[in-house]
């Protein structure tokens, strides 16, 4: 019976022995894995610091064509940060001969766009559009126009540095606040058809004309039309040449496209200003060229149909 009992003591003691040793396996008390609300929506967020700039890892980076208003905002933007983290910042160009750093404020239009597949899309962004962006330890700061950057280093400045604690900016992940402009026609309309997608046609030769017209329409547009040189099948702006009756320019629709033609020796291009100017430059909301429209300007002599 001895035997007995010490047999089953030998074997509890061994169970608490094995219980004891496998502590190391039990889950740690939940408090210290606890990540508090701001700890935790800052997971995957870029952090710069002093350590950063003196370590010589951040640079705020601008093009090394820039023109003074965008050089004056990479500086603008290089002494607020400075003042945050308390401490010199880098500022450096896009040439291919220096150094990339691991975490870079972009300022403007740069070729590092290109180099990291982060295009900012411009066309759609408008002339007076900003965007400020993050791709990976990378922030785009940057406007539609060098003059528009400015919006964007303000909002950097204001959402990251005006509010920043401990001498620390903190970025979020994937973060992108993009501001496109309001462009004064919404649609233009051909036959009652949209025509953003139309390209511009026209010869050789007459790619100045066709970069003049593409540019108006995108001005109050947005929209960026394709200049096509040669032959096309489809619906299309089209710059036919020499045409029409003599000593006049004249835009008409025909089959859902719209035709500029001139007879008078000034050009495609005098012909895209003059239909500009009348319908374009000063317009506002969606505009149709109905089926049957015609413009004809001869001289000072302006003759409308349809």
């Not at 290089?78 to 450096?92: F, L, N, P, W, Y």
């Not at 900012?120 to 962004?125: A, E, F, G, K, N």
């Not at 859902?256 to 100017?277: P, R």
Request: some cysteine.
């Amino acid at each position: 019976m001895k035997n007995e009992c010490r047999l089953v003591l030998a074997a509890v003691c061994a169970a608490l022995i094995t219980a004891l040793a496998s502590c190391g396996d039990i889950p740690r008390p939940a408090q210290d894995t606890f990540e508090t609300q701001d700890t935790a929506a800052a997971n995957g967020a870029l952090r710069i610091s002093a350590a950063d700039a003196e370590g010589q890892t951040l640079a705020v980076v601008r093009s090394d064509t820039s023109g003074r208003a965008l050089t004056d905002e990479a500086v603008r933007l290089r002494k607020a940060v400075e003042q945050c983290i308390g401490t010199d910042v880098i500022i450096s160009t896009d040439w291919k001969k220096n150094p990339t750093y691991a975490v870079e404020l972009i300022v403007g239009e740069t070729l590092r766009e290109a180099s990291d597949g982060s295009d900012i899309d411009r066309v759609s962004l408008g002339e007076r559009g900003w965007a400020v962006i993050r791709r990976g330890s990378s922030v785009f700061i940057t406007g539609g126009s060098d003059e528009t950057t400015g919006a964007a280093v303000d909002a950097f400045i204001s959402a990251f540095i005006d509010g920043a604690e401990n001498g620390e900016i903190v970025i979020p992940d994937g973060y992108e606040d993009i501001h496109r402009q309001n462009f004064d026609i919404p649609e233009l309309y051909i036959a009652g058809e949209p025509s953003r997608d139309y390209p511009i046609v026209c010869a050789e030769g007459d790619d100045a004309a066709a970069e003049r017209l593409r540019d108006a329409i995108y001005s109050k547009t947005g929209v960026m039309h394709e200049i096509i040189t040669g032959e096309y099948e489809g619906k299309a702006f089209v710059l036919a040449g020499e045409g029409g009756v003599r000593g006049t320019v004249e835009v008409g629709e025909s089959g859902g496209s719209l035709y500029f033609e001139q007879n008078c020796g000034a050009g495609l291009s005098a012909c895209v200003d003059s239909f500009v100017s009348r319908y374009i430059g000063g317009a506002f909301g969606a505009i149709n060229f109905p089926e049957g429209f015609s413009y004809i300007a001869a001289g000072e002599t302006l003759i409308f149909i349809g």
